[in-house]
């Protein structure tokens, strides 16, 4: 089982930045992606952006150039750089963790409770 903990959503106005993290814990289990999706309201969770414990990043279009992604593996941490924020970026912002349990050899993905992201003026 891992536990994700999200912090730093919050009001911005458009043009700002805001910096989201999430740290995970847990144990029996080898976290490989770890990555941000987000979710407006009426609309369908959407990937953000992942990164693979190799580095390996990847980002929704609408957001490449504006938002970073990185990741500490010796924490198991994971940190979501936004900059230039638009109005359409507004959404609960949740975290996940994907990778197998380490006795079974099984994959599986765990989700964070979210974080409200709001831009506006």
């Known amino acids: 089982q891992v536990q994700l903990v999200e912090s730093g959503g919050g009001l911005v106005q458009p043009g700002g930045t805001l910096r989201l993290s999430c740290a995970a814990s847990?144990?029996?289990?080898?976290?490989?992606?770890m990555g941000w999706h987000r979710q407006a309201p009426g609309k369908q969770r959407e990937l953000v952006a992942t990164i693979s414990n190799g580095g390996s990043t990847n980002y929704a279009d609408s957001v490449k150039g504006r938002f970073t992604i990185s990741r500490d593996n010796a924490k198991n941490t994971v940190t979501l750089q936004m900059n230039s924020l638009k109005a359409e970026d507004t959404a609960l912002y949740y975290c996940?963790?994907?990778?197998?349990?380490?006795?079974?050899?099984?994959?599986?993905?765990?989700w964070g409770q979210g974080t409200q992201v709001t831009v506006s003026s």
């Open positions: 996940n963790a994907a990778g197998f349990k380490i006795t079974t050899m099984t994959r599986d993905d765990f």
């Open positions: 847990g144990s029996n289990f080898r976290i490989t992606v």
